[in-house]
């Protein structure tokens, strides 16, 4: 509603306004006007507004028309006849631009600047001006002729100054003003003095003598030049306003008698300037819209190069990661056959610009006697070759980080013994740095993700923590009562007080301990992996849940491995994943109708040196259909839910080596898996 009287007002003022402007450009009094604004105005509106808001603009555009040309002492007729025709030329040329123009409000390629000078400069004045010098003719007794050339003229040039000006003062205005840097608004400054300055001589403004010796008969041409900067350096919209500026010193100068028609008897002049700035702004206008299409072109072509580049860097990126480099040795360490990837590099002396393998030509060779070598893996490799050529192991493969120049890069080596009598080892070595780099990147989102649920869940559990922490609370706060009453007795009972201050220091620390784990589950650190037993882990979870079991009254039993289950992991990543499952189960539970409300919780050592931990519940079980959507992100049942959780566990224990699933259970109730490598020996 705001839109739409905004829209009528500015419509009414501005046509009222043009009617105005109109008849000040018009010289002298008894000739038609040179330029007529309305129709420009009323077309510029039209091709910003929607079609189903165009009567909001004709209708605006009335009551302005009326007063206007009510004080001219015009009959009712005409001007209604005139305001008739003056709607047919916007509508003609709207309905036109929109037809052929993909963009109607755009005027920055060749194909729309086109449409809009046949459409709006060209078709509608063309077609309009036969209804409106009827008009005139029939209630004026004026010629019809010359009526309707008058009125093509000076609305096809207004048409072709005006409307692409306003269009792109609404549409690109207000952000070039707020955007420009400095430098293009003191240009755009410039031109404008430059113009009124050039314009006013050429008009002969500021001299009665604008011709110079021998110079050519229209001195227009001395204008070109700003007119042409203007368009190619502010596109459309600087060449529309740039001829509109012309136009206006042209008709201050023509109104004079002076500039270059001053000889013509009034109304020559004014068709002769008509013409003259009809056939200079057509061919500016399609150059402004040329170039600006050009230049996009341009920068679209350097995006795809660079693009293309790109994708060049990362295909043989991808080519170097899956071609490696790589050398035959025999079993004495020589070179039998080197492949053509290894770098080859300066050498100890002159550091190269890249790491690589190649340490001169004879690193390879050299390796059996070059124990330290100035790239830090290669004393690796060095001695993981021996190994393998000393038969200690079969094969090695290994991926590194290495300083260089030009910042760290990544190998991925692989040794693997030959069985074969004359040949010792293969030795191959990738540069994995970009697929290193993509997969730290991923890390770095999942890890956000991940402390992200944490957050989220953490939210879920604040009735849990708060009823967690009331306790220790409100068993300080007795004992503190009580105590304030053994100070009041006489004497007082020192080991009663004792015995209350330290149940108070207890407790003290059991809300402290809340807090703690709290922060332990919360805090935004790299993952940690240490040795851990996952039955703790387990009791972590099982503990900070204990009042949500409570209230939600969905007990949770746990059923755990005597021995400890050990795994090498990040401590606060598997209790996430424990306290997913369980929230899942709780969740479900809570779901069902059922009599029985429990989720068990087991974990087992296997006997395949893997940990097995399980989740169940007395749920309605898994939905049909979505067992293969479980684990996707954002696939949820619940109407609150975020789809986020198993997903997060999934990519957690797979993280881990693990792998995680879910099935229905025999008796009822879903069943949520998984397990990981357990820790036998103490994680190197
Ligand atoms: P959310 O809990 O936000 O929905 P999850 O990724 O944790 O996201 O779970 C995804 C979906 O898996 C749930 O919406 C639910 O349909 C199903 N689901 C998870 N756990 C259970 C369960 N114990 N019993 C039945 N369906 C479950």
Redesign the pocket.
């Known amino acids: 509603m705001r839109r739409a009287t905004t829209t009528a007002v500015l419509v009414a003022l501005g046509y009222y306004a043009g009617v105005h402007v109109g008849l000040v450009l018009k010289f002298p009094p008894s000739t038609p006007s040179f330029v007529w604004p309305p129709n420009a105005i009323l077309t510029a509106a039209l091709l910003l507004t929607p079609p189903r808001r165009w009567w909001i603009c004709l209708l605006a555009a009335l009551p302005a028309h009326l007063a206007a040309e009510f004080g001219m002492g015009w009959p009712l007729p005409l001007v209604l006849a005139l305001f008739a025709t003056n709607c047919s030329e916007a509508l003609i040329a709207a309905v036109g631009v929109r037809w052929l123009s993909d963009t109607p409000a755009r005027f920055d390629t060749l194909r729309r600047m086109t449409v809009f000078l046949v459409a709006a400069g060209l078709v509608a004045p063309f077609l309009s001006s036969f209804l409106d010098a009827a008009a005139v003719t029939i209630v004026r007794g004026e010629l019809y002729w010359s009526v309707w050339q008058a009125r093509f003229f000076s609305n096809a040039l207004t048409g072709l100054m005006l409307v692409p000006a306003i269009v792109m003062g609404v549409t690109a205005g207000p952000a070039w003003l707020r955007r420009a840097p400095g430098a293009r608004r003191a240009e755009a400054a410039l031109l404008t003095v430059a113009l009124v300055l050039v314009g006013g001589w050429v008009f002969g403004l500021m001299t009665v003598h604008p011709t110079i010796l021998g110079g050519p008969v229209t001195p227009i041409v001395f204008l070109l030049p700003i007119i042409l900067l203007a368009s190619v350096r502010f596109g459309p919209g600087g060449a529309s306003l740039c001829m509109v500026g012309t136009s206006v010193v042209a008709v201050w100068a023509a109104a004079g008698g002076r500039g270059p028609f001053a000889g013509l008897p009034p109304a020559e002049t004014v068709r002769a300037l008509q013409i003259l700035l009809i056939m200079l702004a057509t061919p500016i206008l399609c150059l402004a819209a040329v170039l600006v299409d050009h230049r996009r072109a341009r920068s679209a072509l350097g995006e795809r190069v660079h693009e293309l580049r790109e994708s060049e860097a990362l295909k043989s990126a991808i080519l170097n990661s899956l071609n490696p480099a790589v050398a035959v040795l025999g079993r004495d360490g020589r070179i039998i056959d080197l492949g053509s990837n290894w770098f080859r590099g300066s050498g100890q002396g002159g550091a190269p610009a890249v790491a690589g393998l190649g340490l001169g030509d004879n690193f390879l060779e050299a390796w059996g006697q070059t124990a330290s070598v100035w790239m830090p893996g290669a004393a690796k490799i060095t001695a993981s070759i021996l190994e393998v050529l000393h038969g200690a192991r079969h094969d090695f493969s290994f991926e590194y980080p290495c300083q260089s120049g030009a910042g760290e890069r990544w190998f991925a080596v692989s040794i693997v013994r030959l069985d074969r009598p004359e040949s010792g080892a293969v030795v191959s070595c990738a540069d994995i740095t970009s697929r290193k780099a993509a997969e730290l990147d991923i890390e770095r989102s999942r890890q956000e993700l991940t402390h992200f649920m944490r957050v989220f869940m953490a939210g879920e559990m604040t009735a849990s923590f708060a009823h967690e922490l009331n306790q220790p609370l409100t068993g300080i706060l007795t004992n503190a009562r009580a105590g304030l009453l053994f100070l009041d007795a006489a004497p007082p009972d020192l080991s009663e007080m004792r015995a209350i201050l330290s149940d108070i220091v207890d407790d003290g620390k059991r809300a402290g301990e809340v807090i703690q784990r709290l922060r332990d589950f919360l805090r935004k650190s790299d993952p940690q992996r240490a040795s851990l037993d996952l039955n703790v882990v387990v009791h972590e979870v099982v503990r900070m849940l204990a009042s949500d079991a409570i209230i939600r009254n969905v007990p949770i039993t746990v059923d755990l491995d005597e021995k400890p289950v050990l795994v090498f992991a990040d401590r606060v990543q598997l209790q996430q994943v424990v306290l997913?499952l369980l929230l899942?189960?709780m969740?479900?539970v809570a779901e069902s109708t059922g009599a029985r409300r429990a989720v068990v919780v087991h974990t087992r050592n296997t006997e395949l040196d893997t940990v097995h931990v399980c989740v169940e519940?007395c749920?309605?079980?898994?939905?049909a259909g979505?067992y293969d959507l479980?684990f996707e992100p954002f696939?949820?049942?619940?109407p609150t839910?975020?789809?986020?959780?198993?997903?997060i566990c999934r990519s957690i224990i797979g993280a881990h080596d693990g792998v995680i699933w879910?099935q229905d259970n025999p008796s009822g109730?879903?069943a949520?898996h998984f397990a990981m490598p357990a820790v036998t020996a103490a994680p190197a």
């Open positions: 997913n899942n189960g969740d479900a519940d749920g309605p079980g898994l939905r979505t479980l696939f949820t049942t619940k839910g975020m789809g986020m959780g198993l997903a879910a109730g879903a949520f």
